[in-house]
């Protein structure tokens, strides 16, 4: 069912910022690099890793994120 805000919680959520932050460390990339690899710059990239309520911050779509995943091959290891 669809909240105030449109969102309907039964849809995937996109990953929390401290996941991004640790796949990308995981996969040994700079925020830049994570970014150009899931055709996203750094500045789209640190939204991503930011905190809830930090200026910038945003949730990444479950695809990117899914994106990521596959192209990192971390994908079993940040379910």
């Not at 309907?8 to 996941?19: V, Y």
């Not at 640790?22 to 996203?40: E, F, I, K, N, P």
């Not at 500045?43 to 192209?71: C, I, N, Q, S």
């Amino acid at each position: 069912m669809p909240d105030r805000a449109g969102r309907d919680d039964r849809l995937p959520r996109g990953p929390e910022p401290e996941e991004v932050r640790a796949a990308r460390r995981a996969a040994g990339l700079t925020q830049a690099q994570a970014g150009a690899l899931v055709h996203t710059t750094q500045r789209v990239w640190g939204g991503y890793e930011a905190d809830e309520g930090k200026v910038g911050h945003r949730r990444m779509h479950p695809a990117m994120w899914e994106l990521f995943l596959l192209k990192t091959k971390a994908k079993g290891e940040w379910k």
